[in-house]
């Protein structure tokens, strides 16, 4: 790549290229050598000039031989714009304008830090280490951009170059933070897999008023670096597994059943709800102190929600406690109004993302606040909880084959649950079609299904009697109402008896009968 005519006002130049899914490899020499090239899917090099150079010369190749397909981007800078990556004291190169990501379950977006611009030929400045105003302290805005969902073809390339400089950064780009250059030069984000990210940061001498572009790069959080932890690859692949397909499909089918008739039905909503809150739990529990399969983590979390739906349905049988029970409910819904409060730009406020105390005191507190409604309305509260989470889990069960944002509302509580680094990454995701498209989906169940059962229950008992105490009384019923036949039926053993008499005893002819004329 030979770029000639430069001007003489500019003091360096950055090469960028990018590719979608394979490596390029970028060099300052033909023949590669250590500390002179880069491979990398997104790939970047920084030439400084000297004073009478008026042409720059790369070298990009393919590193295991095969066609790579990309597209690359020059870009000039004066002396007086900062240098990204120039105090580089991590990575290969001696200036490193790339922004490097790490995959967990989270990404995690590393950058060099830069230095200060610098006339053609003059020495590089060292790298400050005071915060005096005339060492023009810099600042680093880190940038996110989504890609359009579902697109994973080569024309998302294209997007790369509307984000390379700052002025596209700063017009399309969404900026999440801002380090000055005494914090960590990383920035931590949820990932998403399957939908492209790309990701960038700003240099900005403050001084000057400059700034400098770093090489942005993109993900789909999709790929299998060999950095994964377990934990990073289970969650990374959880969307594709058959077993979560098979699990969230005949969630939605419960979830519409209970949207719709839950409260009717009442002991199939009480073992719905049994089933999810146990799952759940236990789901988090063995994940963070064990490392067994994921297939074998799923099917024992559901064994042990049926063992927790059958627990509140059989204690609902046997007490009659109906505001137990709906207090167990509430706090379902609880739980699924917590997320979404934290599922808004609220949960990225820098008082919930520095500590966890915080995070979760607050989630408590909306999740706990719920049921002390449903001590005043119980029948309104929990047909509310049946419409609104039963439709969610109808598009829980849709985010099992197509791809919506709506799904992170409580995956993000599950990633915070099961790893401890997780409150330090950004959570926002992108709104798109699709994700309007369920929103509709998910309010017109919820408002169906609520309408619905209000206006069919209006005229029936608040809650249905618990079938063990309706025994109860039809026994001692029978027992004190001699006017009832029941009363005066033997006992059970006493038939039985009566029965077995019967088979061993030969019968007596009936004779001649007068017919009763009274």
Avoid at 201 to 222: E, G, K, Q
Avoid at 362 to 382: A, D, H, K, Q, Y
Wanted: aromatic share 12%; net charge neutral; proline share 6%.
């Amino acid at each position: 790549a030979v770029l000639s005519a430069v001007p003489v006002d500019v003091a360096f130049v950055t090469l960028q290229f990018h590719a979608q899914d394979h490596n390029a490899t970028l060099s300052y020499t033909r023949t590669p050598r250590p500390g002179y090239f880069l491979s990398a899917v997104d790939a970047g090099l920084l030439s400084s000039l000297q004073p009478d150079q008026t042409s720059l010369s790369w070298f990009l190749s393919s590193p295991d031989g095969t066609p790579v397909t990309g597209t690359a981007l020059v870009l000039a800078y004066s002396s007086a714009d900062p240098v990204p990556g120039a105090c580089n004291m991590e990575f290969n190169l001696d200036t490193d304008p790339n922004v490097h990501v790490r995959y967990n379950l989270y990404d995690t977006t590393i950058f060099a830090p830069a230095n200060l611009g610098f006339e053609r030929g003059a020495p590089s400045p060292a790298c400050d280490e005071s915060t005096a105003a005339a060492t023009r302290w810099r600042r680093y805005d880190v940038y996110q951009h989504f890609l359009p969902e579902n697109d994973l073809s080569q024309r998302s390339l294209f997007y790369l170059r509307a984000v390379a400089d700052v002025e596209g950064l700063t017009r399309i780009g969404r900026r999440v933070l801002t380090l000055s250059s005494a914090d960590l030069s990383t920035a931590a984000f949820s990932s998403i897999p399957g939908q492209g990210v790309v990701y960038s940061v700003v240099v900005r001498d403050p001084l000057l008023n400059t700034s400098a572009a770093y090489v942005p790069v993109h993900t789909y959080a999709c790929s299998s670096p060999p950095r994964w932890t377990t934990a990073g690859r289970w969650f990374l692949g959880l969307s594709g597994k058959v077993s979560t397909k098979v699990l969230f499909t005949l969630t939605g089918l419960a979830g519409l059943l209970v949207c719709f008739f839950g409260h009717r039905f009442f002991k199939c909503e009480l073992f719905c709800m049994g089933f999810t809150f146990a799952a759940f739990f236990f789901f988090v529990l063995i994940t963070r102190t064990s490392d067994l399969d994921y297939d074998l983590r799923l099917v024992l979390s559901a064994l042990i929600g049926v063992v927790g739906g059958v627990v509140l349905l059989m204690s609902w049988w046997r007490f009659g406690s109906v505001m137990a029970c709906v207090v167990v409910v509430g706090l379902m819904l609880g739980f699924l109004l917590a997320s979404v409060v934290l599922f808004t730009p609220l949960g990225d406020l820098d008082v919930f993302r520095r500590s966890d105390a915080v995070f979760w005191l607050t989630f408590c507190c909306i999740m706990v606040v719920v049921p002390l409604f449903f001590v005043r309305w119980p029948r309104e509260g929990n047909i509310l909880t049946c419409g609104v989470v039963g439709a969610y889990a109808v598009v829980l069960a849709v985010n099992a084959y197509v791809y919506t944002s709506l799904s992170y509302i409580t995956l993000n509580i599950l990633k915070r649950f099961l790893n401890t680094n997780f409150s330090t990454a950004f959570t926002d995701v992108p709104f798109q079609t699709i994700d309007f498209a369920m929103i509709t989906v998910w309010v017109v169940l919820g408002v169906g299904g609520v309408v619905l059962q209000l206006h069919r229950e209006r005229q029936r008992p608040f809650f249905p009697p618990s079938p063990y105490l309706m025994w109860q009384q039809e026994r001692e019923r029978r027992q004190t109402n001699v006017l009832d036949p029941s009363h005066h039926f033997p006992s059970l053993p006493n038939r039985l008896l009566a029965r077995l008499q019967q088979l061993t005893r030969r019968r007596e002819p009936a004779g001649e009968h007068t017919p009763l004329l009274l």
